[in-house]
């Protein structure tokens, strides 16, 4: 499961590209309006870092 399904709910953008974050910038900005906005705000819950520090403490006290 990824953070961002390209197209979807945003675009994947290599690091260290700032000419493909322009791009894709300019993409997300002209088509604001086909991305699922509820979607998009479900998955960034899923990765805040409260949930993910929850996540983290469930699966070290199975560990220990």
Same mark, same amino acid.
């Not at 993910?52 to 403490?57: D, M, R, W």
């Given at each position: 499961?990824?953070?961002?399904?390209?197209? $979807? +709910?945003?675009?994947?953008?290599?690091?260290? @590209?700032?000419?493909? =974050? *322009?791009?894709?910038?300019?993409?997300? #900005?002209?088509?604001?309006?086909?991305?699922?906005?509820? $979607? +998009?705000?479900?998955?960034?819950?899923?990765? @805040?870092?409260?949930? =993910? *520090?929850?996540?983290?403490?469930?699966? #070290?006290?199975?560990?220990?």
């Amino acid at each position: 499961k990824h953070l961002v399904e390209s197209k $979807k +709910i945003g675009y994947y953008v290599p690091s260290d @590209d700032p000419i493909s =974050l *322009a791009r894709e910038l300019l993409k997300f #900005i002209n088509n604001l309006d086909s991305f699922d906005r509820e $979607k +998009i705000h479900r998955t960034s819950y899923e990765y @805040d870092w409260k949930n =993910l *520090a929850s996540k983290f403490i469930s699966i #070290i006290s199975k560990c220990c």
